[in-house]
């Protein structure tokens, strides 16, 4: 007997994103303008944002993580991307919610930011 927390063999662990929202780009876009103050690569690039999720009344619900649970900004850091999020023209409202599961590693970062950071 399974767990009723346990995910749906198969599931994705990162609930996929809404791609193909007209305002999807923008709010990426967005993304890319917040910065871990420790860390000089956004948090985008950095495979913090796990979940980008918009709605048909553009109600969008960011899903991220942070480098650690212990980072310093840990709860300053939802209200930098929802300030950077809000004014994008078109979205009505940003929630931003912070999940451990999965745990960030450093594969989720792109090429970019392994350039960046030397890991390449």
């Known amino acids: 007997m399974t767990h009723a927390t346990e995910p749906f063999e198969g599931a994705p662990l ?3 994103s809404s791609t193909d929202h007209a305002l999807y780009d923008q709010v990426v ?4 303008s917040v910065y871990d ?11 913090l944002i796990y979940t980008i999720d918009i709605n ?4 969008v619900k960011i899903l991220m993580s942070l480098t650690a ?14 300030d950077a999020i809000e004014p994008v023209p078109g979205v009505k409202t940003v929630d931003v919610e912070l999940i451990w599961e999965p ?3 450093m594969e989720m970062m792109s090429d ?3 350039l960046e ?3 390449m």
């Open 14 to 16: 990162i609930a996929p």
């Open 29 to 32: 876009e967005a993304c890319r």
């Open 117 to 119: 950071l030397g890991f």
């Open 56 to 59: 048909d009344h553009n109600e």
């Open 69 to 82: 649970p212990g980072c310093p900004v840990a709860g300053e850091m939802p209200g930098w991307l929802a």
């Open 112 to 114: 970019e930011a392994r």
């Open 103 to 105: 745990p960030w590693g």
């Open 37 to 47: 103050p420790e860390i000089p690569v956004n948090i985008y690039e950095l495979g």
